[in-house]
């Protein structure tokens, strides 16, 4: 037992390090630790480890305060200190740790009689902190800055259910109506323990509602029959209204999701020109198109800095599916709320938006725009509309969803947000505009 628990502990150190100081995922993060340090799985099981590590990346922020309190912040930052106070103040709700330790009670006894504390448990700790707002930052590990600009833009208890749905990863899969049909595909899903419901609003989103083995073990993923794909972000391309015969311009568009949805809701009869900065992400573009039987004749993939690129020909619609911090998507990889300590890296993104969106506005001719993030930040969303609305109005997008933050009255009306304890999809900001 002893070793089972130094290993892990060990493992997780080195995961929390590597998020921390190179700025990756957790998976990222996990497989680069797996490789250096093979051995550990032949003490921890692999699930273990993955599950563990990636609960304490998630519960940074928590653990860190713990670590200030009982520590008073002594010796620096010490990742295998945090990991083991993450098993005596976080263990015993871990259903990942139950899975693999008989008595997790003893264990965090023994742990917590080697440390210099007067606390025994979370609840404990909490109630030393006064401010609503940074007891609900540690509660649910969040940066407090974060918390704070959430509470001002929906109150507290909306910032406590929405924080609470964003740290839960939620599975949503599209059938790729270009390969086979809905029904067919939830009957073989069911057969094979997954358990899915239809969604009222695409008929051909799946809502994972569980499963047995891990999903990307499925056949049908590898045979391009099933994507995943949050509903939020299919939502974008339905705001787009895709028809066939349309010219669209994906000004960021690796690796190529919403460009096969794009392609199945046309039947493969529009024609895309789909642009990405990035070379490595456009390779990996080119084969999720192939996968999912894009018709290759109707994508022209160009690598090119969309803050300058211009088209040559007419086109009917922009998809501007924008870089952004992702802070909607903080179920999929704890690693963000890591990442949003980070003011440098934030700031990158608005500006960035601002620059594409500005470029979007520049092509020749008419078109709609649609905009999108996956972002909760306000910065990311209603105040980059907010800049371009000399250049541009907006247009209702006909999609589900909820307005924008209310305290941007001028155009909160016209666009939607989508969130995990509201939709039980991803945070996501989506605006459509119409060029002036
Ligand atoms: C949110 S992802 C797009 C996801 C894609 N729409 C999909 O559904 O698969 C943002 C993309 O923007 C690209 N990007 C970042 N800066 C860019 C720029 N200046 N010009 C073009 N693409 C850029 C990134 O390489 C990344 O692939």
Redesign the pocket.
Known sequence: MDKFIRVLVDFSAKVLYNVVTRHISHDKAFQHVLREYRKASTVVPLKALYWISHDIVADYYTIKYVDKLIYGGKGGTSFKRMARLWLVFRGLESEHLQEFIDNVERLRRRLLRSMPSKYSSLEEILDTIDDPVERLAVELSYPTWLVRTLVGLVGLEATRDLLTALNEEKWWIRVNTLKTDVDSIAERLLDKGVVVRRDTDLDYMLEVLDFNEPLHHLEELWRGEIVFQDKA?AM?VEALEPEPGDIIL??????????TLIMQLTDNNAHIIA????RE?LRR?RN?LKMYGADPSKIELVH????H?KVSKRIDKI?L????T?SGAIGKDPAIKLHLNDPSWIEKFPH?QS??LENALMQPGHYSIVYA??SILHFEGEEQIIRILNKASLVLPRIPGTEGYSVYSGISRYVRRFFPHLHRTQGFFIAKLLKH
């Open positions: 972000s974008v994906d000004m960021t568009a690796a690796p190529g999701i919403k460009d642009v990405d900065v990035s992400r573009t999720v090119a800095d969309s803050t690129f998809l599916d924008a870089p952004c992702s960035l620059k594409l993030v996956c």
